[in-house]
């Protein structure tokens, strides 16, 4: 009668100690772990700001984490994320506008597509700077179409896209080139080497472009005719001898030369007889041999300034100063000095001195502002197109 009471209380022990066993291994599991991953350092699994995620990412003790299998997956996947999109540098001070907004927006252009692609590019740049998530390019134009298309052969279709425009003031910021938080960095915008780098490695990576297999150096030149001529809009012409020098000083031995441009010249196209013409191509096309030159020969124009900031094959860029808002050159482009940039105007000046006076008037009257107001009557007045915030935002 007295035995049952004491083997009660011995099995309620070996419970009890059971259980101790069990916390006692758990606990020691967790140690070690501990030891592993460094006892100081924070879970992977916590919900971190950014800025927090990226210098958890970079730690030695998350990548070098030994032996476990997904331990190292999991540090393989969070180093290619770090390299896919880059993070704001620490020491960028962000505008009074941007303080608080999340989405970064661009109001769309109607005029000419190289001007319209780099604000575009500034845009991206901008958002991608300051830790914004670019929400795009908006509003109406009938250049469209022809935007998509030359922004897929950059390739940065799936960087650049056309939506509707924000309704939310609070936390959405519209832009256009006007705004002053354009007037800085590095052709235009591109201050940070690491969001250029990023803007380059997803264009190389979308357009895949082919090798060079023929052995020689690839070199274009872009020369802007059509509506600039020393008749008229002279400013940012430069006659033929004035290239024709540049590819002297610049083209490597036995290159092979494509000169881009329009047939409408007021000097004669046989002064590049040596070299291949690439005169009225589609603009898609032109932009993607552009890219894939080795040396390349800019115009005053936004046209060539696209494709040398854009391309990661071009290794010489020839960039030509045309006006005190022009796009800043990057650090390693080649600029053109004032005193050559000033003998090419005394050239041009040469040659407007032979031109009569009705090619001057009707010149004056294609540019007279009274005339061009139709073609500016869809723009706001700082530039963009026209985008008038919802009452309800």
């Known amino acids: 009668m007295t035995s049952a009471p004491t083997r009660q209380v011995s099995s309620g022990r070996l419970l009890l100690y059971g259980l101790l066993c069990i916390c006692f291994l758990c606990l020691r599991d967790n140690l070690v772990k501990m030891q ?174 082919k090798a060079n297999t023929s052995g020689r150096p690839q070199v274009g030149v872009h020369i802007r005719r059509g509506d600039v001529n020393p008749c008229g809009y002279y400013v940012r012409y430069l006659p033929n001898e004035f290239y024709l020098k540049l590819v002297e000083m610049y083209a490597p031995p036995n290159a092979h030369v494509t000169i881009f441009s329009e047939q409408e010249s007021h000097e004669n196209w046989t002064d590049f007889a040596n070299f291949t013409l690439s005169l009225e191509g589609n603009i898609t096309d032109v932009w993607r041999s552009m890219l894939e030159s080795d040396v390349f020969i800019l115009s005053r124009s936004s046209f060539s300034v696209v494709p040398a900031i854009v391309s990661s094959r071009i290794r010489t860029a020839v960039y030509l100063p045309y006006s005190r808002n022009d796009p800043k050159p990057l650090p390693e482009w080649k600029v053109v000095n004032a005193n050559m940039l000033k003998e090419g105007m005394r050239l041009t000046g040469k040659l407007r001195k032979k031109c009569s006076e009705s090619e001057i008037f009707q010149a004056k009257e294609i540019m007279n502002p009274e005339i061009t107001q139709d073609r500016k009557k869809n723009l706001d007045p700082l530039g963009g197109a026209k985008f008038e915030w919802p009452e309800n935002a």
């Open 36 to 209: 592993r991953v460094g006892f100081d350092e924070p879970s992977s699994d916590l919900i971190l700001p950014r800025n927090e995620r990226s210098s958890l990412e970079e730690s030695p003790s998350i990548k070098e984490l030994p032996s476990d299998g997904k331990e190292k997956a999991q540090a393989q996947a969070q180093t290619q994320a770090q390299a896919q999109a880059p993070q704001r540098p620490q020491n960028v001070t962000i505008p009074d506008d941007l303080v608080n907004k999340t989405r970064f927006f661009v109001l769309a252009r109607p005029d000419r597509s190289g001007a319209a692609i780099l604000d575009y590019l500034k845009g991206l740049s901008m958002a991608l700077e300051f830790g914004l998530e670019f929400g795009g390019v908006c509003g109406e134009t009938h250049m469209v179409d022809t935007h998509k298309d030359m922004i897929e052969a950059l390739g940065l279709d799936t960087l650049i896209k056309f939506r509707s425009c924000p309704n939310n003031r609070t936390t959405d910021f519209l832009t256009n080139t006007r705004h002053k938080i354009y007037n800085r960095g590095i052709a235009g915008s591109f201050s940070s080497p690491e969001v250029l780098n990023y803007i380059r490695s997803v264009s190389h990576a979308r357009r895949k472009p």
